[in-house]
DNA sequence: TACCACTATACGGTATCACCGAGTAGCAGA
DNA sequence: TCTGCTACTCGGTGATACCGTATAGTGGTA
């Protein structure tokens, strides 16, 4: 599938925001399981600056942790703030995807 | 529902692409249109921009005629590049929406 | 006559967002 | 030593929707 950049503006954040919902994890893995979620597109630098943001915004706890196998990790959970926030994305989501649905199908 | 402005972007275009095309219809009209289904924070001057836009991109065919209760109104209808378009934006939701959906229902 | 409301379009500037590109750095195997 | 994979950072870019304002035609009303 080509350039789905535009349309991603404003779901892409509420995807990161619903994987480190459902596990604290890093970075990297978000990327590439946005890969395997169909958002092969996606790169290493978006997803970055999406958790920089979440961090900026206090929506994520950060915890930093030795890897193994290269640097450092640094792993993401939501705190309430980030919890409240996945909620309305999903709200909002149902919204506006109902809609746009709804005028697919032919409605007025 | 409040500000949905930034998951708008990159599809808003395409609704207005899909309300041009079931009739040939204007500015004002189709704001008025994108209100009823549902995105009442949508304004004018956003309408607008899409539509300079689309006949910048040359997706549309422009027709003025006067109106009887106000200024003269542009008519926008779609040509043939916009038709294919259109299709494309609404292949990009399939695509985009299922896959955001799978990852709401919990798919991994 | 003056004013207001509704219809109708245009345009310069702004904020946000995903992307690009380059850089830094740790570890393992050939 | 070199390559490849892992892992994060950051300055700059382009696209998009929004804001505010301006312009303009028509009709009603005080």
Same mark, same amino acid.
């Given at each position: 599938?080509?350039?789905?950049? +535009?349309?991603?503006? /404003? #779901? &892409?954040? /509420?995807? =990161?925001?619903?994987?480190?919902? %459902?596990?604290? #994890?890093?970075?990297?893995?978000?990327? %590439?399981?946005?890969?395997?979620?169909? !958002?092969?597109? *996606? *790169?290493?630098?978006? =997803?970055?600056?999406?958790? &920089? @943001?979440? +961090? @900026?915004?206090?929506? =994520?706890? *950060?915890t930093?942790r030795?890897?193994? *196998?290269?640097?450092? %990790?640094? !792993?993401?959970?939501?705190?309430?703030?980030?919890?409240?926030?996945?909620? @309305? !994305? $999903?709200?909002? $989501?149902?919204? =506006?995807?109902? %809609?746009?649905?709804?005028?697919?199908? /032919?409605?007025?």
């Amino acid at each position: 599938m080509d350039d789905l950049t +535009e349309m991603l503006k /404003g #779901t &892409l954040e /509420g995807c =990161v925001l619903e994987i480190i919902g %459902r596990e604290e #994890t890093y970075g990297y893995a978000i990327t %590439r399981q946005l890969h395997e979620l169909g !958002f092969a597109d *996606v *790169v290493e630098g978006t =997803v970055y600056t999406i958790l &920089l @943001r979440l +961090e @900026r915004n206090k929506l =994520v706890q *950060v915890t930093k942790r030795p890897s193994g *196998v290269g640097p450092p %990790r640094k !792993f993401y959970a939501l705190n309430d703030a980030g919890r409240e926030e996945l909620a @309305r !994305f $999903w709200t909002k $989501w149902q919204y =506006v995807s109902s %809609r746009i649905d709804r005028l697919k199908e /032919g409605g007025r």
